[in-house]
């Protein structure tokens, strides 16, 4: 089974621009979620998308948003880019069959360097 | 919000050496992830544990779930080169589809 794939890898930026990444699930999973990771602050909870929703929301303001389409595949979009939005931004999918302990695997992440 | 403490944040060993990571929390851990992260790139997942009082064993690796499901551990025996990377913890939440992180553990194994 291929694993999650995220596209841009890597993705420079100037201030201002706005920049919509890219996640495709492991097939059959329907949950993505996000996270954005910094050595400051650690890996951080964006969103989790599930059927086509947004179910869950971190605390980070509303520049960050997403979608998922109908094969589960999802998009985040930041706007207004600021210096301190450089980071690696992860996606994760899961099936989401709710236990409440699911397993999330991760993509290798978008690496986004703001100027 | 559950916070993860891991400890310590940084190992340096020689090839063939032990070491232990922990993960601690104040909560109840309703499961709880092992990862590990190689620079630029995603957390591969190691190993989830869900009892208390769980031990797994991944080659040369062994996870310990504390009996009170608040602490655990992982051991890696004579470390190699390839273990070298970003020990991260994680933990399920009451939020779905959100993971808790620990602050990770940076392992550096030398030849």
């Known amino acids: 089974k291929a694993g999650v794939t995220q596209t841009p890898r890597y993705l420079i930026k100037t201030r201002g621009q706005q920049v919509t990444l890219s996640c495709s699930p492991i097939?059959?999973?329907?949950?993505v979620s996000w996270y954005q990771q910094t050595p400051g602050q650690g890996l951080q909870f964006l969103f989790e998308?599930?059927?086509?929703?947004?179910?869950n929301k971190g605390n980070f303001p509303g520049r960050f948003s997403g979608r998922q389409f109908s094969n589960s595949r999802s998009e985040m979009n930041v706007s207004t880019l600021e210096l301190g939005d450089s980071a690696l931004y992860l996606c994760?999918?899961?099936?989401?069959?709710?236990?409440?302990?699911?397993?999330?695997?991760f993509g290798p992440g978008t690496r986004l360097l703001v100027l | 919000t559950q916070l993860l403490e891991q400890s310590p944040q940084f190992l340096s060993i020689q090839e063939g050496e032990n070491l232990t990571v922990y993960c601690n929390s104040s909560?109840?851990?309703?499961?709880l992830q092992w990862y590990r992260q190689e620079p630029g790139e995603g957390p591969v997942l190691l190993v989830t544990?869900?009892?208390?009082?769980e031990v797994k064993k991944l080659k040369r690796l062994t996870f310990q779930f504390g009996d009170a499901r608040k602490d655990s551990s992982l051991h890696i025996t004579a470390a190699q080169p390839g273990d070298t990377g970003l020990y991260l913890c994680?933990?399920?939440?009451?939020?779905?589809?959100?993971?808790?992180f620990g602050a990770g553990t940076q392992v550096v194994v030398t030849p």
């Open positions: 994680a933990s399920t939440t009451d939020s779905w589809g959100k993971l808790q």
């Open positions: 544990v869900v009892t208390g009082g």
């Open positions: 097939s059959g999973h329907r949950s």
């Open positions: 909560s109840v851990f309703s499961s």
């Open positions: 998308y599930f059927s086509e929703t947004q179910r």
């Open positions: 994760a999918s899961s099936l989401r069959t709710g236990t409440g302990r699911e397993t999330q695997y």
